[in-house]
C-alpha cells in the first residue's frame, strides 16, 4: 500500500517515478493564469496563520464548508481565524476524494513541514505546528520562492492602472517574473446596470471621449498599447457560451450610443456587440502577438440571494451548457480567413467539451506557431484526478499532447502552486502507464523531453518568454 500523499503519490509505475522524480519535480512553474491580486506581491504580503492562507478568498473550500452545514460566520463572516480552520478541518474529514483533500495535505508537507493528516480532532494542534514553524507569518515572496514560480500572470481590468506590476518591475528583488493579463470582461456586457458608468472610466483612463463605437475602439486600443508597454502578452475572456452573430458597424454604433444614452438593449443586440468587440479583440491580439484565451460555460452567480450579499466569485457558480461549437467554429473561420486568428487557448467548464474543441482546434492549426491553438488545461470543477486525465487523453488522442503547454492555477491563493506538482505526478503517471502497456516506447531521452516541455518549455516557447532568461529554460 502507498503511503498517504508519499512521494510515490499517484505514480502506479516506475518509468512514472522516474519521469517525475528525475524530471518534472525539478522543474519551476509557470502560472500564466491566476488571480493573485498584484497588490500582495507588490507590498510583498505577510499572512499570520494558515486560515488566511488558506480560507481567505478560496471559494473551493467554502462550497464544501457549506456542504458541511457550517454557519456562514464560519466561513466568510467574523469569527476568528482559528476557528474558521477549525470548522474546515472538520469539513476535510469528509472529503474523502475531493482534490482539495489531497492539494492541503501537500500544501501542509511542502510549506509547513507537517507530514501527518489534518482533522476535526486534531485541528489545535496543527495549527499550533503551522504557527510555531514560521511565527512572524509567511511572505508572498517567500512563498513564490519556495513554489519556484519563474513567471505568473495575473488578472486584470483594461481600467487598472498596473501601478502594482510597476512596482514590481522597479523594485527588483523579486526573481518571479509578475506580468498583466488583459481582461476585457467588463465592457463585453452592454447589458449590465453598471455598463455606462464602466464606459465613463474607460474614457478617463484611455483619454479618448468615448462616444461611439468607433471611439470605444480607439480608447480600447490605446490601453491594449498600454497593457503591451508593461509587459502584457496574454488576454482572457470570461463567456458564458459564444454566439455567432455578425452585425454592421453602423449597427453595432447606433445600439452603442443608444445604450451610452440611457437605452436599453435587446438579447440580439448584445450577442451582435458581443461578436464584433470580440473580433476586434482577436484582430488587435494578434497584431500583438498575445495569447487569447477564452473561457467557457461557466454558469455564474446561481444563488442570488446570496449574490446580494457576498456578490460574484463567493462560491455559487456551477458548470453550464456545453460550448456552442458551431459558433465558435464560425468565429474562428472568420479570423482565419482574414488572417487575423491569434494563438487561442480554448478551455471549457462542461467535460463534455472536451473532444469537441481538440477536435475544432485541429481544423486551425498552421505552420505559423507549433500548436498554435490549444486545449486549456482542465480548469475549475475539472482540475481533480479524473478531470485531468480525462483532457490530457483527449488532447493525446485527437492532436498533440507533446505540444501541450501545461497545468494553471486559476486560484487567488499563493499556496495553490502545490497543484502544478498535482498536475505533474498525473501526467507522468499517464505516459508511464503508456509506455509500460507497450503504446510508446520506453525511451528514456524523448520521454523525459516529453514531460519537460509539457510541464515547463512549451509555455515558454507558446508565450513567447524567452525574452525574460528564465530560470531552467537556457536549453531552449
Given at each position: 500500500m502507498n503511503s498517504f500523499v508519499g512521494d510515490d503519490f499517484l505514480l502506479s509505475t516506475a518509468t512514472a517515478k522516474c519521469l517525475f522524480h528525475d524530471v518534472a519535480s525539478k522543474l519551476p512553474i509557470i502560472d500564466y493564469h491566476c488571480h493573485v491580486n498584484p497588490k500582495d506581491i507588490a507590498e510583498n504580503t505577510v499572512y499570520e496563520n494558515i486560515a488566511q492562507l488558506w480560507l481567505d478568498g478560496d471559494h473551493y473550500k467554502w462550497r464544501l464548508m457549506r456542504s458541511n452545514g457550517v454557519n456562514e460566520r464560519y466561513i466568510t463572516g467574523d469569527m476568528s481565524d482559528f476557528e474558521k480552520f477549525e470548522q474546515w478541518a472538520f469539513t476535510l474529514d469528509k472529503a474523502i476524494g475531493n482534490p482539495v483533500y489531497q492539494w492541503c495535505h501537500m500544501e501542509l508537507r511542502r510549506y509547513f513541514g507537517y507530514e501527518g493528516y489534518l482533522s476535526g480532532a486534531n485541528a489545535k494542534e496543527v495549527w499550533s505546528h503551522c504557527l510555531a514553524k514560521k511565527p512572524e507569518g509567511f511572505s508572498v515572496h517567500e512563498l513564490l520562492r519556495k513554489s519556484d514560480v519563474t513567471l505568473l500572470c495575473t488578472t486584470d481590468d483594461p481600467v487598472d492602472t498596473l501601478v502594482h506590476h510597476q512596482a514590481i518591475a522597479a523594485d527588483g528583488r523579486l526573481e518571479t517574473k509578475v506580468l498583466p493579463a488583459f481582461r476585457p470582461d467588463r465592457v463585453m456586457n452592454p447589458g449590465k446596470a453598471d455598463f455606462v458608468d464602466y464606459i465613463g472610466r474607460l474614457s478617463t483612463v484611455s483619454g479618448v471621449t468615448i462616444v461611439d463605437w468607433q471611439s470605444l475602439k480607439a480608447a480600447l486600443s490605446v490601453r491594449i498599447d498600454y497593457f503591451d508597454r508593461n509587459g502584457c502578452r496574454i488576454s482572457d475572456h470570461g463567456l458564458n457560451n459564444i454566439d455567432y452573430l455578425p452585425a454592421s458597424e453602423s449597427k453595432i454604433d447606433g445600439m452603442f450610443k443608444e445604450r451610452l444614452s440611457g437605452g436599453a438593449v435587446s438579447e440580439v443586440e448584445e450577442k451582435e456587440y458581443q461578436t464584433e468587440l470580440l473580433r476586434f479583440f482577436a484582430e488587435s491580439y494578434s497584431e500583438k502577438g498575445w495569447v487569447m484565451q477564452l473561457h467557457f460555460s461557466a454558469m455564474r452567480n446561481n444563488n442570488t440571494a446570496m449574490f446580494s450579499k457576498l456578490g460574484s466569485d463567493a462560491g455559487y457558480d456551477s458548470i453550464?451548457?456545453?460550448?456552442?461549437?458551431?459558433?465558435?467554429?464560425?468565429?474562428?473561420?472568420?479570423?482565419?480567413?482574414?488572417?487575423?486568428?491569434?494563438r487561442i487557448i480554448l478551455y471549457s467548464l462542461n467535460p463534455y467539451d472536451n473532444e469537441l474543441l481538440v477536435a475544432l482546434m485541429g481544423c486551425?492549426?498552421?505552420?505559423?506557431?507549433?500548436?498554435?491553438?490549444?486545449?486549456?488545461?482542465?480548469?475549475?470543477?475539472?482540475?481533480?484526478?479524473?478531470?485531468?486525465?480525462?483532457?490530457?487523453?483527449?488532447?493525446?488522442?485527437l492532436g498533440l499532447l507533446g505540444n501541450f503547454i501545461g497545468m494553471l492555477t486559476d486560484s487567488r491563493s499563493f499556496l495553490s502552486y502545490i497543484r502544478h506538482e498535482y498536475f505533474r505526478r498525473i501526467l507522468c503517471d499517464l505516459v508511464g502507464q503508456w509506455v509500460e502497456s507497450g503504446e510508446y516506447p520506453q525511451e528514456e531521452t524523448l520521454l523525459k523531453r516529453l514531460v519537460a516541455d509539457i510541464s515547463y518549455h512549451n509555455a515558454v516557447r507558446y508565450f513567447g518568454l524567452q525574452s525574460f532568461h528564465l530560470r531552467g529554460a537556457e536549453t531552449l
Amino acid at each position: 500500500m502507498n503511503s498517504f500523499v508519499g512521494d510515490d503519490f499517484l505514480l502506479s509505475t516506475a518509468t512514472a517515478k522516474c519521469l517525475f522524480h528525475d524530471v518534472a519535480s525539478k522543474l519551476p512553474i509557470i502560472d500564466y493564469h491566476c488571480h493573485v491580486n498584484p497588490k500582495d506581491i507588490a507590498e510583498n504580503t505577510v499572512y499570520e496563520n494558515i486560515a488566511q492562507l488558506w480560507l481567505d478568498g478560496d471559494h473551493y473550500k467554502w462550497r464544501l464548508m457549506r456542504s458541511n452545514g457550517v454557519n456562514e460566520r464560519y466561513i466568510t463572516g467574523d469569527m476568528s481565524d482559528f476557528e474558521k480552520f477549525e470548522q474546515w478541518a472538520f469539513t476535510l474529514d469528509k472529503a474523502i476524494g475531493n482534490p482539495v483533500y489531497q492539494w492541503c495535505h501537500m500544501e501542509l508537507r511542502r510549506y509547513f513541514g507537517y507530514e501527518g493528516y489534518l482533522s476535526g480532532a486534531n485541528a489545535k494542534e496543527v495549527w499550533s505546528h503551522c504557527l510555531a514553524k514560521k511565527p512572524e507569518g509567511f511572505s508572498v515572496h517567500e512563498l513564490l520562492r519556495k513554489s519556484d514560480v519563474t513567471l505568473l500572470c495575473t488578472t486584470d481590468d483594461p481600467v487598472d492602472t498596473l501601478v502594482h506590476h510597476q512596482a514590481i518591475a522597479a523594485d527588483g528583488r523579486l526573481e518571479t517574473k509578475v506580468l498583466p493579463a488583459f481582461r476585457p470582461d467588463r465592457v463585453m456586457n452592454p447589458g449590465k446596470a453598471d455598463f455606462v458608468d464602466y464606459i465613463g472610466r474607460l474614457s478617463t483612463v484611455s483619454g479618448v471621449t468615448i462616444v461611439d463605437w468607433q471611439s470605444l475602439k480607439a480608447a480600447l486600443s490605446v490601453r491594449i498599447d498600454y497593457f503591451d508597454r508593461n509587459g502584457c502578452r496574454i488576454s482572457d475572456h470570461g463567456l458564458n457560451n459564444i454566439d455567432y452573430l455578425p452585425a454592421s458597424e453602423s449597427k453595432i454604433d447606433g445600439m452603442f450610443k443608444e445604450r451610452l444614452s440611457g437605452g436599453a438593449v435587446s438579447e440580439v443586440e448584445e450577442k451582435e456587440y458581443q461578436t464584433e468587440l470580440l473580433r476586434f479583440f482577436a484582430e488587435s491580439y494578434s497584431e500583438k502577438g498575445w495569447v487569447m484565451q477564452l473561457h467557457f460555460s461557466a454558469m455564474r452567480n446561481n444563488n442570488t440571494a446570496m449574490f446580494s450579499k457576498l456578490g460574484s466569485d463567493a462560491g455559487y457558480d456551477s458548470i453550464g451548457s456545453p460550448v456552442n461549437i458551431k459558433d465558435l467554429s464560425r468565429f474562428m473561420d472568420r479570423l482565419a480567413s482574414m488572417g487575423k486568428l491569434p494563438r487561442i487557448i480554448l478551455y471549457s467548464l462542461n467535460p463534455y467539451d472536451n473532444e469537441l474543441l481538440v477536435a475544432l482546434m485541429g481544423c486551425f492549426q498552421t505552420c505559423e506557431a507549433r500548436g498554435k491553438i490549444q486545449h486549456g488545461s482542465a480548469w475549475w470543477f475539472n482540475d481533480h484526478n479524473s478531470g485531468i486525465r480525462n483532457q490530457l487523453r483527449s488532447l493525446a488522442s485527437l492532436g498533440l499532447l507533446g505540444n501541450f503547454i501545461g497545468m494553471l492555477t486559476d486560484s487567488r491563493s499563493f499556496l495553490s502552486y502545490i497543484r502544478h506538482e498535482y498536475f505533474r505526478r498525473i501526467l507522468c503517471d499517464l505516459v508511464g502507464q503508456w509506455v509500460e502497456s507497450g503504446e510508446y516506447p520506453q525511451e528514456e531521452t524523448l520521454l523525459k523531453r516529453l514531460v519537460a516541455d509539457i510541464s515547463y518549455h512549451n509555455a515558454v516557447r507558446y508565450f513567447g518568454l524567452q525574452s525574460f532568461h528564465l530560470r531552467g529554460a537556457e536549453t531552449l
